[in-house]
T-cell receptor
Framework: GAGVSQSPSNKVTEKGKDVELRCDPI?????LYWYRQSLGQGLEFLIY????????KSGLPSDRFSAERTGGSVSTLTIQRTQQEDSAVYLC?????????????FGPGTRLTVT | AQKVTQAQTEISVVEKEDVTLDCVYE???????LFWYKQPPSGELVFLIR??????QNEISGRYSWNFQKSTSSFNFTITASQVVDSAVYFC???????????FGAGTRLTVKP
């Protein structure tokens, strides 16, 4: 079956512009995660959605970052007034969380470059 | 607070050598889950294993094996008879049972030379 897809695969934007990154999770997966991976670094948790529950936004680095998930499926991560330090690969993952954290299936990521 | 440490930043071995990737974790929870993921040069993370804190049995899957020791808070990963295709960045991760986030280590870059 189809895996997690993300678009665009690459995005170059000017400092100060807003960007939207999209994630299509695996069909039927109720949990969706966003992470940020800076060059040569590990993954930094950003936000978590589970079904219709309120999202866990504890990892968002500033109020310029927001995310939504429509209809319990597709998610959009929005970064407003982008800064150069926002440059990173943004990864989305989905999971069929049953008992405890399930394995997460990752998308290919969106490489964001802020010039 | 949860934390994962992968002290080895880079490891280079020659094909057919065995290699062990270290992972040490910290958590206050008694129930938690540990994971290993592989990130090949293509970039997409691939799930390898999930282990819960109540199951300390070692696991073997082909050339891969994992050693979970709660006494030392370690969850090490060994590749036997390494191959060039094993070259990747490997991440260890921890998730507390009631938590939503997964805390990743910084990763270990493994290079297997022919």
């Amino acid at each position: 079956g189809a895996g997690v897809s993300q678009s665009p695969s690459n995005k170059v934007t000017e400092k100060g512009k807003d960007v939207e990154l999209r994630c299509d999770p695996i069909s039927g997966h109720t949990a969706l995660y966003w992470y940020r991976q800076s060059l040569g670094q590990g993954l930094e948790f950003l936000i978590y959605f589970q079904g219709n529950s309120a999202p866990d936004k504890s990892g968002l680095p500033s109020d310029r970052f927001s995310a939504e998930r429509t209809g319990g499926s597709v998610s959009t991560l929005t970064i407003q007034r982008t800064q150069q330090e926002d440059s990173a690969v943004y990864l989305c993952a989905s999971s069929s969380r049953i008992i405890g954290p399930g394995e997460q299936y990752f998308g290919p990521g969106t490489r964001l470059t802020v010039t | 607070a949860q934390k994962v440490t992968q002290a080895q930043t880079e490891i280079s071995v020659v094909e057919k050598e065995d290699v062990t990737l270290d992972c040490v974790y910290e958590t206050r929870d008694t129930t938690y889950y540990l994971f290993w993921y592989k990130q090949p040069p293509s970039g997409e993370l691939v799930f390898l294993i999930r282990r819960n804190s109540f199951d300390e049995q070692n696991e073997i899957s082909g050339r891969y094996s994992w050693n979970f020791q709660k006494s030392t808070s370690s969850f090490n990963f060994t590749i036997t008879a390494s191959q060039v295709v094993d070259s990747a960045v490997y991440f260890c991760a921890l998730s507390e049972a009631l938590g939503n986030d997964m805390r990743f280590g910084a990763g270990t870059r493994l290079t297997v030379k022919p």
